[in-house]
C-alpha cells in the first residue's frame, strides 16, 4: 500500500515536472492548434512512457511500430483505467489528436496540457454537442 501510494506520488510529481516544461511551449503556440497538438502529443509520449514504467506494467510492444503505417487512421480505445489512456498516448503517432469526456480537463496537470494542445473535449450528455465537437 506504502509503495503504491509512493509510486502515485511520484508519478503526479513527474506530470508536475513536464507540465512545467511544457506549459510554456503551448503558450508560446497558442496561435497555432497544430503545433500545440504535436507539443501535447510530445509531452503525452514522456508523460506515457514515465507513469507505463512507475506503474510496472508490462506492454507488448511488437505491433506498436504498425500504428505509423496505416494513416490517416482512428484508433478507438474501450480502456478500463487510467493507465490506458498513456498508453495510447504513448503509442499513438504525433500529429494525433484526442477526443476526450469534457472532465478531462480535470485531471491533475494532464488535463491542463490536454486543454491547451486542442484536443477535442465531448459532453456525453448532450447529444448534439457531442456530435458538432466531432
Not at 89 to 113: H, N, S
Request: charged share 15%; proline share 4%.
Amino acid at each position: 500500500m506504502i509503495f503504491s501510494l509512493l509510486r502515485m506520488a511520484l508519478g503526479l510529481v513527474y506530470c508536475a515536472v513536464i507540465l512545467n516544461v511544457f506549459l510554456p511551449l503551448m503558450l508560446l503556440c497558442l496561435p497555432s492548434r497544430k503545433y500545440r497538438i504535436y507539443l501535447g502529443n510530445i509531452s503525452g509520449k514522456l508523460i506515457g512512457r514515465g507513469l507505463l514504467w512507475l506503474a510496472s506494467a508490462e506492454v507488448d510492444t511488437t505491433k506498436v511500430e504498425e500504428t505509423t503505417r496505416h494513416f490517416p487512421a482512428i484508433y478507438v480505445s474501450n480502456h478500463t483505467s487510467i493507465l490506458d489512456i498513456f498508453l495510447g498516448i504513448w503509442v499513438a503517432p504525433i500529429g494525433t489528436v484526442g477526443v476526450a469526456k469534457k472532465q478531462v480537463v480535470w485531471y491533475p496537470f494532464f488535463g491542463l496540457l490536454y486543454l491547451l494542445a486542442g484536443h477535442l473535449r465531448v459532453d456525453r450528455g448532450n447529444h448534439a454537442q457531442a456530435v458538432g465537437a466531432m
